[in-house]
């Protein structure tokens, strides 16, 4: 299994960026996938989460964290085995490194700095 994030950088407050992560060694269109953060001293959260949607009566679902909502939106391309965390908005708080998780594999992680 291999997850490998880019899309990270530096940005100034209101501003936009796009994390990619494309995904390999696995099935995976059939597992959820997760965006998480970790600032400097804090511990990791979950950012955003969308189902498989392997189910077609189901459809994709999403979930992201409150301090999120609105600003962020996650998608993916189950043909292309990538998950993308569209990051609008930005603040200063959002600084952190940006991981993606499937099951109990991670990335490498790819670093957002929100500053001016």
């Known amino acids: 299994v291999q997850l490998v994030e880019s899309g990270g950088g530096l940005v100034q407050p209101g501003g936009s960026l796009r994390l990619s992560c494309a995904a390999s060694?696995?099935?995976?269109?059939?597992?959820?996938m997760s965006w998480y953060r970790q600032a400097p001293g804090k511990e990791r959260e979950l950012v955003a989460a969308?189902?498989?949607?392997?189910?077609?009566?189901?459809?994709?679902?999403?979930n992201y964290a409150d301090s999120v909502k609105g600003r962020f939106s996650i998608s993916r391309d189950n043909a292309k085995n990538t998950v993308a965390l569209q990051m609008n908005s930005l603040k200063p708080e959002d600084t952190a490194v940006y991981y993606c998780?499937?099951?109990?594999?991670w990335g490498q992680g790819t670093q957002v700095t929100v500053s001016s």
């Open positions: 998780r499937s099951s109990n594999h």
């Open positions: 969308i189902t498989s949607g392997s189910e077609i009566s189901a459809g994709e679902m999403t």
């Open positions: 060694g696995f099935t995976f269109s059939s597992y959820v």
